[in-house]
């Protein structure tokens, strides 16, 4: 198995840390040709809007469409705002993904976050369950998941969604990179080989 993630901007470097640490090949992306015998792709968090701009000028918006139709990609944060198909402003977004999101949604005074999400899905990794230990910075929020086959994996106790699954495709408004449970990217593994 080989996974790419997306490296044009933000913390990719700690999503790529954690693959290595569950065994699993990892590469950076940067040139549409290194999309080539991936079998499934991280977009990191960042500035979603400068992701955007860096694919454009990569001419990676095509590729990376082509290779989400096909395999497992993963947003996180930024990365699942390029992955939407509407972020209520104008910017390049590759429109996967049949949710609407809100930048910035949690405004000035809780910038950064922590909380404890029950994640059922994760069940699939760990039968145990317990909460998962969430960071949120500067994060959007899924206004609406927005097709039939679409699924709300996670919410806050206000019923703001939080996470979102399409299929092969995810999306989750926080950084699961940046704690030291690996379980959401296990669960993004399991789509991965299944
Ligand atoms: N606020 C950023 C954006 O709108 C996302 C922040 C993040 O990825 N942590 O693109």
Not at 43 to 72: D, V
Not at 128 to 153: C, Q
């Amino acid at each position: 198995m080989k996974i790419g993630v997306l490296a044009l901007q933000g913390d990719f470097a700690e999503h790529l840390a954690v693959l290595r640490r569950l065994g699993v090949e990892a590469v950076e992306v940067r040139l549409p040709g290194e999309l080539d015998g991936l079998d499934g792709l991280i977009i990191p968090g960042g500035e979603s809007t400068t992701i955007g701009k860096l694919a454009m000028a990569y001419g990676l918006m095509e590729p990376l469409r082509a290779f989400g139709k096909e395999k497992p990609v993963w947003g996180t944060c930024a990365g699942a705002i390029f992955l939407s198909k509407d972020a209520r402003r104008d910017q390049p977004l590759l429109g996967l993904m049949d949710i609407t999101v809100q930048r910035n949604a949690f405004g000035r005074q809780v910038d950064s976050f922590e909380v404890g999400l029950d994640i059922p899905a994760l069940a699939r990794v760990s039968k145990k369950n317990p909460p998962f230990y969430a960071v949120f910075i500067r994060a959007p929020l899924i206004e609406s998941v927005d097709a039939p086959g679409a699924e709300t994996l996670a919410k806050l106790d206000d019923g703001a969604i939080v996470a979102a699954q399409q299929g092969r495709l995810l999306a989750t408004s926080f950084h699961p990179e940046l704690n030291d449970d690996d379980r959401f990217h296990q669960y993004f593994l399991t789509l991965v080989d299944g």
